[in-house]
């Protein structure tokens, strides 16, 4: 059983930056394959990005070249770099862990999750 639990979320201005963190404990950390989704209310889940074991990274179309995904597997950590943030980032941001060990972007395939943080983007 894995343990998610995200921080770092926040108010921000347009064109801020944030970063956020998920701490993971139970289970072999460097095992999973880890990622991050947003989600809005009446939305469904996104994915956001994504890293492998082997820290093959993932990223999806709005956010390519502007957030960055990175894993500390000796402090159980992943990590979300989040630069030049627009209003429509602002979503509740969930840390998710999958056995499989990818860099999955489909939310199915992700075994835990944790209980999200707020970014909200004001413009």
């Known amino acids: 059983q894995v343990q998610l639990v995200e921080s770092g979320g926040g108010l921000v201005q347009t064109g801020d930056s944030l970063r956020l963190s998920c701490a993971a404990s139970?289970?072999?950390?460097?095992?999973?394959?880890m990622g991050w989704f947003r989600q809005v209310p009446g939305k469904e889940r996104d994915f956001v990005a994504g890293i492998s074991r082997s820290g093959a990274r993932n990223y999806a179309d709005p956010v390519k070249g502007r957030f960055s995904i990175s894993r500390d597997n000796g402090n159980r950590t992943v990590s979300l770099e989040m630069n030049s943030l627009k209003a429509e980032d602002t979503a509740v941001y969930y840390c998710?862990?999958?056995?499989?060990?990818?860099?999955?972007?489909?939310?199915?395939?992700?075994?835990?999750w944790g209980q999200g943080t707020q970014v909200t983007v004001s413009s």
């Open positions: 139970g289970g072999v950390f460097s095992y999973y394959g």
């Open positions: 998710a862990a999958n056995a499989g060990g990818v860099g999955a972007s489909v939310a199915r395939w992700y075994d835990y």
